[in-house]
């Protein structure tokens, strides 16, 4: 049974960082990355990373954010550096991997971020 679950979140001042984890078992993926959603907003991509590495940005989060994955364990991690929040990042975090036999796309249950002083 495929789980991902999300870590890392909290309250951080605007232009901090924080770094967010997911961890990915019980399958195989391709694409893995991380969804947000504001409130009263819908979800949004903000960085998708492949198996070989290639990512993609969101563009209003390039060059703030830094997605990476740990494929070497059979419990697949990704990751999302955040730098210099901005109070327009706060949000639910979900992380989202497809997977690489059936196509299907498995979501985690969300982390907030909240950019507050």
């Known amino acids: 049974q495929v789980q991902l679950v999300e870590s890392g979140g909290g309250l951080v001042q605007p232009g901090g960082s924080l770094r967010l984890s997911c961890a990915a078992s019980?399958?195989?993926?391709?694409?893995m990355g991380w969804y947000r959603q504001a409130p009263e907003k819908e979800r949004e991509l903000v960085a998708t990373v492949t198996r070989g590495g290639s990512t993609n940005y969101a563009d209003s989060v390039k060059g703030r954010f830094t997605i990476s994955r740990d494929n070497a364990k059979s419990t697949k991690t990704v990751y999302l550096q955040m730098s210099s929040l901005k109070p327009e990042d706060t949000a639910v975090y979900y992380c989202n991997a497809n997977g690489r036999y059936n196509g299907m796309d498995y979501w985690g249950k969300g982390i907030l971020v909240t950019v507050s002083s």
């Open positions: 019980g399958g195989i993926f391709n694409i």
